[in-house]
């Protein structure tokens, strides 16, 4: 049996978002609770690789973002509602959400 470690982090304890480009490799981290605009673009100037290209379509929807942009849009609210939570205990729900990470 081979002994596995993991890490179970809640979403209240993420301190950073870092994106990374696919192609230059530079970073833009912040933190979740200042959540940022994807920007469209890689903000590496020598770069400027497509990052969350414009929606084209005459009436887009929340669900026509890329799974990525919804994932932080999702961050974002969840954090949102933890604050809204803990200033009226009437809304607690009953779990929290973990998540796992490996341990490398």
């Keep these: 049996m081979t002994p596995e470690r993991r ?7 993420i301190r950073t978002i870092s994106l990374e480009c696919n ?21 590496n100037s020598l770069c400027r690789s497509v990052w969350n290209p414009p929606n084209t379509k005459a009436a887009p929807t929340e ?7 919804r994932l932080l849009r999702a961050i974002d609210r969840v954090k949102q509602e933890k604050r809204a939570i803990e200033a009226n ?5 009953g ?6 990470f490996d341990e490398r």
């Design 7 to 13: 890490w179970m982090v809640g979403i209240e304890e």
């Design 63 to 69: 669900f026509d973002a890329p799974a990525s942009v």
């Design 23 to 43: 192609e230059c490799k530079v970073r833009l981290s912040y933190s979740p609770d200042e959540m940022i605009d994807l920007p469209q673009t890689c903000p």
């Design 89 to 93: 205990s009437t809304l607690r729900q």
């Design 95 to 100: 779990f929290r959400i973990l998540l796992g």
